[in-house]
Antibody
Framework: QVQLVQSGTEVKKPGASVKISCKAS????????ISWVRQAPGQGLEWMGW????????NFRQKFRGRLTMTTDRTTNTAYMDLRSLTSADTAVYYC???????????????WGQGTKVTVSS | ETVLTQSPGTLSLSPGESATVSCRAS???????LAWYQQHPGQAPRLLIY???TRATGIPDRFSGSGSGTDFTLTISRLEPEDFAVYYC??????????FGPGTTVDIK
């Protein structure tokens, strides 16, 4: 079955970067894009961006442009999210998610990773 | 970007009752690309409804979605104990980016 498994908990200092992985299985990795969504403690969901695993095309939420890098590795079927210049406001659980439609950016999130908790604290 | 508002913020109900959650968009949602998610504490969200009214795989038929344009509704008939959770709407029709509503908590009265 389709599965997304994320890397483990991270603790970072302000100003540092964090890189989270999302390993996909159960489907042809290059046929689908991966979105990244975060959730601050006690808050709602925030979409951050999307990357095509086929050609690396990206779409970003404007507020993350310049600070967020999304990549994929087709040899390991893994997507990565790298967020730089961390502040306490970046403390959140980060999720990767995938749609149902091949090749399509405009799709709901049918499959989610389990989430990666990132804490930013001095 | 398209801003989504949800009402009510909290709904206190008993098992067996029905729940109605509203989601309003600041502009028309393209192709009615509106989804609903359920989230329990400490868990990832789960997709319930996409395309405003299509149930996702494995979702019981007591969950239904309706609406178009800027006004959408999630209805849960005959609440089961596992339905007490937070519900989010999301629009995914805006190519500039996706947005979520602030969430509605359905808790036990």
């Amino acid at each position: 079955q389709v599965q997304l498994v994320q890397s483990g908990t991270e603790v970072k200092k302000p100003g540092a970067s964090v890189k989270i992985s999302c390993k996909a299985s159960g489907y042809r990795f290059t046929n689908f894009g991966i979105s990244w969504v975060r959730q601050a403690p006690g808050q709602g969901l925030e979409w951050m961006g999307w990357i095509s695993a086929y050609n690396g095309q990206t779409n970003f939420r404007q507020k993350f442009r310049g600070r967020l890098t999304m990549t994929t590795d087709r040899t390991t079927n893994t997507a990565y999210m790298d967020l730089r210049s961390l502040t306490s406001a970046d403390t959140a659980v980060y999720y990767c998610a995938r749609g149902r439609l091949e090749w399509d950016f405009l799709d709901a999130f049918h499959t989610w990773g389990q989430g990666t908790k990132v804490t930013v604290s001095s | 970007e398209t801003v989504l508002t949800q009402s009510p913020g909290t709904l206190s109900l008993s098992p067996g009752e029905s729940a109605t959650v509203s989601c309003r968009a600041s502009q028309s949602v393209v192709n009615n690309y509106l989804a609903w998610y359920q989230q329990h504490p400490g868990q990832a969200p789960r997709l319930l409804i996409y395309g405003a009214s299509t149930r996702a795989t494995g979702i019981p038929d007591r969950f239904s979605g309706s609406g178009s344009g800027t006004d959408f509704t999630l209805t849960i008939s005959r609440l089961e104990p596992e339905d007490f959770a937070v519900y989010y709407c999301q629009q995914y029709g805006d190519s500039r980016g996706f947005t979520f509503g602030p969430g509605t908590t359905v808790d036990i009265k």
